[in-house]
Every structure is written in C-alpha cells, then in structure tokens.
C-alpha cells in the first residue's frame, strides 16, 4: 500500500498531465458550433475589450463617424430592397392561382442592428469574427450576419455586450444558397484554402448558369432572407457521381476589411423553427 | 523565487499580449501564423516542478485560446509541449545542469538551444494542427501549414532570444 502511494505520489505529474489533456478534449468537443463556452471566448468582456483594441486601432480614424452613418444607411435601404422585392414576389404569387389567400398586411419580418466587428481572422483554418454587440442589444445565436457588399455569417454565441459570428470562412458554416434567376439550391462551404473563394455544392446539372452570374441566398432558412448576395460564380466542374455540380464563388464580401456589419434579427424565426421541429416529431 | 515568479509573470503577460494582439493576425502567405508565445515556456528556469510546469503550460495556451475562440486546442498543445520540457532538455543537455538555470544561446549553447526550440515547436504545432485539421482535413495544405509555422516560429523565437539582454546576462551569472 505504502509502495503504492509512493509510486503515484513520485508519478503524480504524469496523472496531472493525463487530467490536463483530457480537460482539453472536453473542451475541444463539447461546444458545438452554436454553444461555445462563453468564459473561454472573445465574448467575455476582459478578452472582448483587449482583442477589440486592434479593431480600434485598425479602424478609419477620422472616417469613423462618417463611415458609420453611411452604412447605416445603406442597410437601411437595402432592407427596404428586400422588403420590396419581397413584397413584389408577394403579389406576384397572389396574382395568380391562389388569388386572396396571401396576407397582403404581413410586414418584412427582418429589422437589423449595427454592429461593428472587434476582432477578424481570415487564414485560420476555423476563422471568428467577434463583433461589439451582444444579449443587451437583443442579439441572440443564429442570427443572420451580412456586410454591406453581401454574407458574412450567423452568430454563434451571444454574451453580454459582445458576440461571436462563425462566417462563411469557416468549416461549420453551411448555406443554402442559388444562382440568381435560378430556383435550385446548393449548399454554400468553405473549402480552408482561400479567403476570396467559397464553394457551391450539390447543386443540380440541370441549372442553366454561366461564369460572373450572381449567387445569392436562397432564403430556405429562417436566418437569411432571400436574395442577399453572395458573390459570383468563378468557375465550376462536376462532382464524382456526375449529377451534380460544385460551383467556385468568389466572394463578394472583403473578410480581410470587414469594419461595420448588420446583425439581421428575424421575429417570426422562433415560430418558423418551432413549427419545423413539430413537424420533425409528426413525421417519426 | 520571488524574483523569478515575477519574472515568469512578465514574461507570460508580455509574450501572450503580443501573440493576441499582433501574431495571430499575421497569415504569411496565407499558412504561416508565428506562435511565439511558445517563448514562455521555452524560458521558464529548469528544475521546476513537472506539476508547475504543466499548470503554466496549460494556462498559457487557455489564455490564447480564449482569444481565437478556439476553446481547448491551443490548451492541450501547451500542455504536451510543457510535459515533455524537462525530460527533453535532459535528453538533449545531459544530467548535470544546475537547477534554476534559463535555457538560453549561452547556457546551451547555439546548437543545443535550436534543437531544443525545434523539438518543442514541433511538439506544438504538430497538435495543434492535428487538432484542427479535425474539422477539416486536406494533408498538403496542413503540411505546408505546419512546416511554415514553424518557420516562422522559430525564427521570431531566435530573434526574441538574441535581443534578450536577460538571457544574455544571467547567462554570465550563472
């Protein structure tokens, strides 16, 4: 016994280390993409407030007021785009077969906050972008994050005055997302290798596109709306099995200059999801 | 001791601000990221607790992942590099070296300290990595990745190291 104990007394950093690694591990797997630890993450406030101090410094000094308020704007009125275009897509639905049934009083359900980012990175493998607002802003996971030239991510986890958006550079990001002008869906990823570039997949043969065509969201998900742009169609080539075809997209979003975002926030999200979920169960 | 717990602390608060704040926003040639707050624990003194040495190890890489919200993958690197410190620098300078000694160019000479640098670069990256590349992998472009990290690594530790007038002197005292 006392040989025992002398033992594991002489070899107590080795269960140390065996103790360390595995906290490690729980670490590494037990945040999903969407629960991540808030207390080891830029969205504490101590490690917030420092990161973002290269933000601060890597911002336009004198431009920022300016720059701020023209955003501002040009969310405002690239909301109102939408919100026309959807309101047109509305009546043209209610034109024809199906007259009256379309509730013309539903407003745009999508409004947006200002945000602006603090902390970026584009070459890591699992890139994060944190940006300055959070749970007291009304932020909440899973929220659409888009830059004035187009998609930049979902939020993924929310603190007090800070959040933390997994954006389209990195692996755990996916998107269902279209050729403008085209109704078929692929799924928007991000291969690791260039910033500039994101990947189309699954997207069937028969869809007609050319190179340069535009690739917006496809407005499958309660995240985006539809037709926020997404970049344009560089190149593309077959899958293995032949019936589909992966697009190269050249962003339209700058990840390495990214300074003010909108955070679009979706009130009917919650009963979208809601109802899925129910359907989800019925269907078991 | 009181001397060296403050000296370790400046070292862990100067190397881990300077990784957050400029490093980990470096992507040369979009691979190479330098992680030189491996430098913390290249220079804790030799002949400290293995325990020690492991917690400092750990909290070091806990600090950095909290700041690339990576939770856990810079952590368990650090702690294997900080695990096998002790026996590697036996291994590499033989058993008589006096405890409380700071590895440096002077105290292990030119080619024992980049062999040891190397090896526990090495160590780090090739976890840290590895870990990564779990969410997605693509063997050349990790490979590339690995080796030019570390590059990089290594030379702004040999750059740290040479304009280090503390290693410089205690080098002498000792």
Same mark, same amino acid.
């Given at each position: 016994m006392r040989r025992l104990l002398e033992f594991l007394v002489t070899k107590r950093h080795w269960f140390l280390f065996i103790l360390l690694e595995v906290v490690c591990l729980v670490l590494i797997y037990q945040n999903s993409a969407y629960q991540r630890t808030v207390l080891i993450s830029t969205t504490n406030v101590v490690t917030g407030n420092i990161a973002s101090l290269v933000g601060n410094v890597s911002g336009y000094f004198n431009m920022r007021a300016i720059n701020r308020e023209l955003a501002e704007k040009n969310g405002e009125l690239e909301m109102r785009l939408l919100q026309l275009q959807n309101e047109i897509r509305q009546l043209q639905a209610r034109e024809?077969?199906?007259? !009256? &049934?379309?509730?013309?009083?539903?407003?745009?359900p999508y409004k947006f906050i200002m945000a602006q980012v603090k902390n970026n990175s584009v070459t890591q493998l699992s890139n994060y972008i944190t940006i300055n607002k959070g749970k007291k802003d009304g932020i909440t996971p899973q929220m659409g994050v888009v830059s004035e030239s187009g998609l930049v991510g979902v939020v993924s986890l929310v603190g007090d005055h800070f959040s933390v958006v997994l954006p389209v550079?990195?692996?755990k990001f996916r998107q269902s997302c279209k050729v403008l002008g085209r109704n078929y869906a692929g799924s928007l990823a991000w291969?690791?290798?260039?910033?500039r570039y994101a990947q189309l997949m699954e997207?069937?043969?028969h869809v007609e596109f050319q190179k340069g065509d535009t690739v917006v969201t496809? !407005? &499958?998900?309660?995240i985006f709306p539809a037709g926020i742009k997404v970049g344009t169609v560089s190149d593309y080539r077959r899958e293995h099995d032949d019936n589909f075809y992966t697009l190269e997209i050249e962003l339209s979003t700058n990840f390495q200059a990214l300074d003010y975002v909108r955070v679009l926030m979706n009130e009917e999200q919650a009963e979208q999801w809601k109802l899925e979920k129910e359907a989800l169960k019925n269907d078991k | 001791m009181i001397n060296d717990f403050v000296r370790n602390l400046i070292y862990f608060i100067l190397f881990v601000s300077i990784q957050v704040l400029f490093l980990n926003h470096i992507h040369f040639l979009r691979m190479a990221t330098p992680f030189l707050y491996v430098y913390f624990f290249l220079k804790l003194p030799y002949g400290m607790s293995r325990s020690q040495m492991l917690f400092l190890s750990f909290i070091t890489g806990l600090a950095i992942d909290a700041f690339t919200n990576t939770p856990g993958m810079h952590a368990a690197a650090c702690t294997l590099a900080g695990f096998v410190r002790e026996p590697l620098i036996r291994f590499l300078i033989g058993k008589d070296m006096p405890e409380g000694l700071y590895p440096s160019f002077r105290t292990f000479g030119y080619g024992s300290f980049f062999r040891y640098t190397f090896l526990i670069v090495a160590i780090h990256h090739l976890i840290l990595f590895g870990i990564e590349s779990l969410s997605l992998f693509d063997p050349l472009s990790l490979a590339l990745r690995i080796l030019g990290s570390m590059a990089v690594t290594i030379l702004l530790v040999f750059a740290a190291e040479a304009f280090n007038l503390e290693s410089q002197r205690s080098g002498e005292k000792q």
């Amino acid at each position: 016994m006392r040989r025992l104990l002398e033992f594991l007394v002489t070899k107590r950093h080795w269960f140390l280390f065996i103790l360390l690694e595995v906290v490690c591990l729980v670490l590494i797997y037990q945040n999903s993409a969407y629960q991540r630890t808030v207390l080891i993450s830029t969205t504490n406030v101590v490690t917030g407030n420092i990161a973002s101090l290269v933000g601060n410094v890597s911002g336009y000094f004198n431009m920022r007021a300016i720059n701020r308020e023209l955003a501002e704007k040009n969310g405002e009125l690239e909301m109102r785009l939408l919100q026309l275009q959807n309101e047109i897509r509305q009546l043209q639905a209610r034109e024809v077969p199906f007259d !009256g &049934y379309a509730d013309s009083a539903r407003v745009f359900p999508y409004k947006f906050i200002m945000a602006q980012v603090k902390n970026n990175s584009v070459t890591q493998l699992s890139n994060y972008i944190t940006i300055n607002k959070g749970k007291k802003d009304g932020i909440t996971p899973q929220m659409g994050v888009v830059s004035e030239s187009g998609l930049v991510g979902v939020v993924s986890l929310v603190g007090d005055h800070f959040s933390v958006v997994l954006p389209v550079l990195n692996p755990k990001f996916r998107q269902s997302c279209k050729v403008l002008g085209r109704n078929y869906a692929g799924s928007l990823a991000w291969d690791g290798r260039n910033a500039r570039y994101a990947q189309l997949m699954e997207l069937p043969r028969h869809v007609e596109f050319q190179k340069g065509d535009t690739v917006v969201t496809s !407005g &499958y998900s309660a995240i985006f709306p539809a037709g926020i742009k997404v970049g344009t169609v560089s190149d593309y080539r077959r899958e293995h099995d032949d019936n589909f075809y992966t697009l190269e997209i050249e962003l339209s979003t700058n990840f390495q200059a990214l300074d003010y975002v909108r955070v679009l926030m979706n009130e009917e999200q919650a009963e979208q999801w809601k109802l899925e979920k129910e359907a989800l169960k019925n269907d078991k | 001791m009181i001397n060296d717990f403050v000296r370790n602390l400046i070292y862990f608060i100067l190397f881990v601000s300077i990784q957050v704040l400029f490093l980990n926003h470096i992507h040369f040639l979009r691979m190479a990221t330098p992680f030189l707050y491996v430098y913390f624990f290249l220079k804790l003194p030799y002949g400290m607790s293995r325990s020690q040495m492991l917690f400092l190890s750990f909290i070091t890489g806990l600090a950095i992942d909290a700041f690339t919200n990576t939770p856990g993958m810079h952590a368990a690197a650090c702690t294997l590099a900080g695990f096998v410190r002790e026996p590697l620098i036996r291994f590499l300078i033989g058993k008589d070296m006096p405890e409380g000694l700071y590895p440096s160019f002077r105290t292990f000479g030119y080619g024992s300290f980049f062999r040891y640098t190397f090896l526990i670069v090495a160590i780090h990256h090739l976890i840290l990595f590895g870990i990564e590349s779990l969410s997605l992998f693509d063997p050349l472009s990790l490979a590339l990745r690995i080796l030019g990290s570390m590059a990089v690594t290594i030379l702004l530790v040999f750059a740290a190291e040479a304009f280090n007038l503390e290693s410089q002197r205690s080098g002498e005292k000792q």
